[in-house]
């Protein structure tokens, strides 16, 4: 505040003291314009006055001189004037003007005239002699050629002592006369000093030519000749132009000073007259303008013509101090300081009072517009409130969860409101509820768990929160989870409890559902793994506590892969639903069954498994999964292998007793599938190899430890061998010799197949064409391709290359698919057989017969051979449908236009039943086991091979 103050004071001196300078800056200017405007109208003033005295004076003389013009007008005209004539003609020309000293008439007298002139003169006035006047004295004149004779003047008195001067000798007439005579004009002398009064007084004199009367004057001789003497005004200068001046009263002004000189320029001898004294400012004026500080016009100077002659006058004004003077600029001076100052005490006075009205302004209107800002800040909170509370009351109103407004009054807690979605979700009215206990609306009648909580809330006015089953109107229960809490009112005071109910039934249904999804596989609706886990723990920590026996029971679907490779994955899915099925109805009620993926499913069996129970359930879950099975219209017989691990004998927990199941399975698989196998340690062996062969697979290729195997194709009708078929061998290093059957399925998983693949197809080329070389007739080399280097995107790239690289023909190259392949992705399996197809390879279906393979598919591949499975080649001898699926075989085949090759022909038998019924080409052990290149060579050798 204090510095408010201060800052107020200093703004009000400030502007007080603006005003101050400003009003000085003002009045200063004011003060010089006046003092400008002044100095102006005296200089104005003082000119006119100065142009007066000029014009007096000049005029003056212009007007006596013209007195001596109308006197020697008379002579011009009369030729001849009297003496008395002259007299009383210029008698009252000076008593109009005195300061004319005298008016002459002189005579141009020859010398020869004078004697006679001189006489003539006496008779008027004796003693008449032309004269001289030398030291003051009249001598008569010397003898001259001419004389100037004043022969008149007037007025006598004073004047008669210049009778019968001959004027030619003096000086003072200068050129004067001859000008005048020359011109025919007037013409003055200079200054001089009048005779009259004894050279005391200064003159001038004007004289005026007098020409014979009727004598020609046009030329200067002329009027040389012409002239007979002048008329003279004779003027006492000083008295001439006082007279002038003083009869203006324009003489003796104060502080102003005339000089007149009969000179063009102010000559000091030629100073005619001079009244008053003016001096210059003396002093220095500064920097200051004179004007400034002086009333002092510059002298007014003037040239003018006095009968011919110039003159100059020059008129000053003595300088004056602006003080000196009572001028307006003084008056203006003071009344701007004056001014300035009152300006500036009202501004102070007036700044002061508008500062303290602006503060009080300020600070009333700063009240003002807080008080508003309160006001518009209340209205606006008021609105946001109103708005708020409307659309809280909106949101209530159209909730889809149930919102109830009660009393706070127990033990009823009478419902006041409930909204809309109360009435929908519950099917009760609003007037079916209102005014009714709170209570009565969990469902009466029901057994209501966690109301207790409710009432509890109530009872303590506190927040609640709950889940509980509620019942609709019809009976129908929901799930409800229910948030009560207390509503003070303004005194806050519990008036009110606002109930809010969110059905979540479906939020229940969809946690049901979540809980059911992460326990139970999507496919079968089998316990998944997470479940398994669960449960095979809980069985354990039971079996335990009962200290009794568990069964882990690990159950692989043979030739499920067939299945599901031949029919897609959509047959494949319905088998494992049907089998899922199947299994769960062979186990007992207590007992899980589940599925860990693919074709594998893992049983709990807790109980007394080991007293019998348990082999049954096996035999039944076989016998069950042995069921004739019937997908898209196709019958299967699908069997599959069981591995069991006994707790606590093979494990103490879920993981280990599964490991132990699942090893057991492997074995049952290796036992030739469709039995069981108990666990035993030496298991672990077998499996451990099968992690061995895994690492070792990885680094098989580039340690060349794999070989290629030959079995040879014999044609049936000639008995020579015109092919071969390439079998992959791996020779560990450890292991010995390793069948395909154990690491093509590996090779597969690891995606190692693809650069194993395009080995054997290289060097199954680059054998054929060096046997070729070698003269062992045009073989053809079969070679068998997996599924996912058939479908990989390099076969046709490592196919073209082998054939480039080793230069064998590709009808030398025929390239074994099996069913499983083909059929899998029909369009895809038709394009790649026909870019195969292209390069001019065989192709042959393998393994035919063991799977399925529609016919009408079958027409529409690029295919050569069909090679028919040797299980069924083994089985023509015993009786049952192979011999007939073989002689199906090969008559579709033939009617394919398709080569049929029949493998694992072992008997002589085989080898009659295949010839009796067409088949084209056979291999098998009756003719060679597969052997190495050498020994194949060897076998070439002494058997027949042609290309068929
Ligand atoms: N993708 C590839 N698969 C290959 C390759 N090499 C072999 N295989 C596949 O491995 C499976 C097992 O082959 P293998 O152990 O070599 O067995 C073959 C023959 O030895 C065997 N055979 C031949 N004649 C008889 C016989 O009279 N009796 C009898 N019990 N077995 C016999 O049959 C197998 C040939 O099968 P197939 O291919 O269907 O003609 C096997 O599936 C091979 O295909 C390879 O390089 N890549």
Redesign the pocket.
Known sequence: MRNLLRRVRISVSVSALLALLIGLALTALVFASVRRVESHARTLQFKQEANLRINAVSGGLADAIEQLMVVNQLFNTFGVVEREQFRSFTAPLLARYPELQALSFQRLVSDAERPAYEALQRRRVPDFTITEFINERHVPAPRRPFYNVVEYIEPASGNGIALGLDTAAMTTYGDARSRSRRNGRVAATGLLSLVQYRGFHTGFLVLAPVYQRLAPQDTVRQRQRAVIGETAAVFRVGHLIHTLLGNARLLDQPGMSINIYASGSAQATQLAFSNGKAEPPSGATGALPVWLLYNYPAPVNAVFQVAGEPWFIEVAQQPRSFIDIRAGSWYALLGGLLSSLLAAAYIYNLVTRHSTIERVAGERTAALQFANLRLTEDLALRKRTEKALRLREKVIEVSANAVIICNAQGPDYAVEYVNPAFESITGYSAAEVIGKSLKSLHGAGHDQQNTEEISAALREQREGHVVLRNYRKDGSGYWNDLFIAPVRDEGGAISHFVVAQYDISAVMRFEAELEYQANHDALTGLANRHLLAERLSSAIAQAHRAGTELWVVFVDLDRFKFVNDTLGHEAGDAMLRVLGERIKGAVGEGDTVSRMGGDEFVLVLPGHPGDGDGLRVLQRIMDAVAEPLRIQAHEFFVTCSLGVAVYPADGGNADTLTKHADIAMYRAKELGRNTYQFYRPDMNASTLERLRIEADLRHALERNELV??Y?PQIDVKSGAIVGM?????WEHPVLGVV???RF?GL??EMGL?IP??AW?IRT?CLQNMAWQTAGMGRLRM?????AR?FTGKDLLQSVTDALQESGLSPGCLEL?L?ESMVMSDVENTITILRMLKQLGVHLAI??FGTGYSSLSYLSRFPLDVL?I??SF??DIALGTDAAAIVVSIISLAHSLRLKVIA????TAEQLAFLREHGCDEV????FS??VGALEFASLMAHAPCTMA
């Open positions: 290629l195997h079995q078929e390439a079998l992959l061998r069948s395909p059957l093509i090779a597969e197949i194993i693949g054997v199954a079969a070679v068998n391709l997996s280097q074994e099996t393998d393994d090679k499975d040797q080649v083994r493998e694992g022909v072992e291999q098998g052990y009756f086991r597969p």
